[in-house]
């Protein structure tokens, strides 16, 4: 069954580090991807997505590309702020099986001031 | 509505009794969602309804757990006969199936804890 798999927390960075989270998925369909964020005491938060193959998400300075090739969509930010700690989650949505929404087990990061 | 609300945003209750989780999706929202996320765990599918189709209840912990959804918007979520390891915060989700990038969007959840 489709599935998806992200790194293992919690993530520690310093202010204006560079964030990658890695997210991986398997599908039998053309899935949509998504992150999501948490943060501290609040509900899930789209973060972006991206529809299909070689579409980039990108918002609060956030990105991440769809890699039908290597079956990916890493998270990415070039400098990361304290306001940034928060739990991520990476998502699909397998449109062809008109399915329920997979969740990755989701990344705490923690940003060091 | 504007935004997925959900109701109670916090529910203390006694061990043995029942609750009752309620969600109202977005206006118009075919798909609706209820997650459970444990502390410090991820996100556990329960149940799914979309539209008139039966729902998928392949999520369901146990026979405790059982999901309405009524006139196709407002979902009712009761747990039975409560327990400790049922403490975690309830997710409702919702999306207009087939458009908006299949995106969902969260209600900011209801709270459960079972003493």
């Known amino acids: 069954g489709d599935s998806v798999t992200q790194m293992e927390g919690p993530v520690t960075l310093s202010e204006e580090a560079f964030l990658t989270i890695n997210c991986t998925y398997t599908?039998?369909?053309?899935?949509?991807l998504f992150w999501y964020v948490q943060y501290p005491g609040e509900g899930l938060q789209l973060l972006l997505k991206a529809t299909k193959a070689d579409d980039k998400g990108s918002n609060k300075g956030f990105e991440a590309t769809y890699r039908k090739e290597t079956t990916s969509f890493h998270l990415e930010k070039g400098s990361v702020q304290v306001s940034d700690s928060a739990v991520y989650f990476c998502a699909l949505s397998d449109r062809g099986r008109d399915d329920k929404i997979i969740f990755g087990k989701g990344t705490r990061l923690h940003i060091l001031p | 509505g504007a935004g997925v609300s959900q109701s109670p945003s916090n529910k203390v209750t006694e061990k043995g009794k029942d609750v009752e989780l309620r969600c109202d999706p977005i206006?118009?929202?075919?798909?609706l969602y209820w997650y459970r996320q444990s502390l410090g765990q991820g996100l556990e599918f329960l149940i799914y309804f979309q539209g008139n189709s039966a729902p998928d209840k392949s999520g369901l912990p146990s026979d405790r757990f059982s999901a309405e959804r009524t006139g196709g918007s407002v979902s009712t979520l009761t747990i039975q006969r409560t327990q400790q390891e049922d403490s975690a915060v309830y997710l409702c989700?919702?999306?207009?199936?087939?458009?908006?990038?299949?995106?969902?969007?969260f209600g900011e959840g209801s709270w459960l804890t079972v003493v």
């Open positions: 989700a919702s999306r207009l199936q087939g458009a908006d990038g299949n995106t969902i969007y």
């Open positions: 206006s118009g929202h075919t798909a």
């Open positions: 599908a039998t369909g053309y899935p949509s």
